[in-house]
């Protein structure tokens, strides 16, 4: 469970602190005025917390594929084409 402390308080303590969270995986909630405003975790939960956001990415992306794949499925290759051409001729055409 996360301890709370002041970032006063963190400032007067930070070697400790730093050690609590480093080698024991204590986490801290930051607060400055008695409102939480950051954290302080061990490097690892960072990043288990970075793959998971990447995870979140990569299946969102996924998904995004399987939709469009599954919107143009009715479209052939040479339509595609024909349409990102005209496309490109719109823009070049525009500038």
Do not use: C
């Amino acid at each position: 469970m996360s301890r709370v402390i002041g970032v006063t308080d963190l400032q007067r303590r930070f070697r400790p602190i730093f050690d609590e969270v480093a080698h024991k995986g204590q986490s801290y909630i930051l607060t400055r005025g008695s409102r939480p405003e950051a954290a302080m975790i061990p490097y690892e939960d960072f990043l288990r917390f970075q793959q998971l956001q990447e995870k979140k990415v990569l299946d969102r992306f996924d998904r995004l594929l399987a939709r469009m794949a599954q919107l143009n499925a009715a479209h052939s290759e040479a339509e595609v084409e024909a349409d990102l051409r005209a496309a490109d001729a719109e823009l070049e055409a525009a500038q």
